[in-house]
């Protein structure tokens, strides 16, 4: 899962980025309404962690116009406005939660996962391919009734080759998930995720098999035996 968080708070921000990395998930982080932007027309996120006193919008009228844009993902408003009219405020504009300042990062880490747990079906929270099933919100991966032992990059990985089951994922798409802003990955990066994520996977009657497509990506697709 990404997650993108626009919070003008310097200290908050690392704070909030580390809590959510050590839950295994990916975050891009802003301090401005514009910057949160054009980070949108670029990247698919799943959820948006999102303050509302930011210095360059107010986060209720940014709230209201992403989802006059169709912004349909997951909106968590993080905020120091705990006065009931306010919070109604921001969920009438569209936010699907709201957390006041301060808190506790167990709870907003729990407050994410029942997001997830709520997304729409199409968001697929469970994912089948082959033998294989991926649970999106608990991050659990399961082979009949056996659970796989994947660390957070590898889960990672696995998501998002089953999420194209049958289709090749170019090389350059799974280096962009696999990155955050500004954090470059060496260039042989992927290919040692493949080949440890294929390793763990091999020992379980998975019937999915990882195909390098030479020159293009890589391909999950199901086997026959």
Same mark, same amino acid.
């Given at each position: 899962?990404? =997650?993108?968080?626009?919070?003008?708070?310097?200290?908050?921000?690392?704070?909030?980025?580390?809590? =959510?990395?050590?839950? $295994?998930?990916?975050?891009?982080?802003?301090? *401005? &309404?514009?910057? $949160?932007?054009?980070a949108l027309e670029g990247t698919d996120y799943d959820?948006? *962690?999102?303050?509302? $006193?930011?210095?360059?919008?107010? +986060?209720?009228?940014?709230? !209201?116009? %992403?989802?006059?844009?169709?912004?349909?993902?997951?909106?968590?408003?993080?905020?120091?406005r705990g006065a009931v009219d306010e919070r109604i &405020? $921001?969920?009438?504009?569209?936010?699907?939660? #709201?957390?006041?300042?301060?808190? /506790?990062?167990?709870?907003?880490?729990?407050? =994410?996962?029942?997001?997830?747990?709520?997304?729409?079906?199409?968001?697929?929270?469970?994912?089948?391919?082959?033998?294989?099933? #991926?649970?999106?919100?608990?991050?659990?991966?399961?082979? +009949?009734?056996?659970?796989?032992?994947?660390?957070?990059?590898?889960?990672?990985?696995?998501? *998002?080759?089953?999420?194209?089951?049958?289709?090749?994922?170019?090389?350059?798409?799974?280096? /962009?998930?696999?990155?955050?802003? +500004?954090?470059?990955?060496?260039?042989?990066?992927?290919? %040692?995720?493949?080949? !440890?994520?294929?390793?763990?996977?091999? +020992? /379980?009657?998975?019937?999915?098999? =990882?195909?390098?497509v030479r020159g293009v990506g890589y391909m999950m697709?199901?086997?026959?035996?």
């Open positions: 899962m990404r =997650i993108l968080l626009i919070e003008d708070s310097f200290r908050l921000r690392e704070l909030l980025c580390e809590a =959510i990395r050590d839950a $295994g998930w990916k975050i891009d982080a802003f301090a *401005l &309404a514009q910057e $949160g932007r054009l959820l948006m *962690l999102l303050d509302l $006193g930011l210095p360059d919008e107010d +986060g209720i009228a940014f709230l !209201r116009s %992403l989802r006059a844009s169709k912004v349909q993902m997951p909106v968590l408003v993080l905020t120091a &405020a $921001g969920l009438d504009a569209g936010a699907d939660d #709201y957390l006041v300042k301060p808190f /506790h990062n167990g709870e907003l880490i729990a407050r =994410i996962r029942a997001l997830t747990r709520r997304a729409p079906v199409t968001a697929m929270p469970v994912l089948e391919f082959a033998a294989l099933q #991926y649970d999106v919100a608990s991050r659990r991966v399961t082979c +009949g009734d056996e659970e796989i032992a994947l660390a957070p990059s590898e889960k990672g990985l696995l998501e *998002l080759l089953m999420r194209n089951g049958g289709q090749v994922v170019p090389k350059p798409k799974i280096e /962009h998930a696999f990155s955050e802003f +500004g954090d470059e990955r060496s260039s042989n990066a992927v290919e %040692l995720a493949v080949s !440890r994520l294929r390793k763990k996977l091999d +020992g /379980h009657p998975t019937k999915a098999l =990882i195909e390098t697709r199901e086997t026959r035996g």
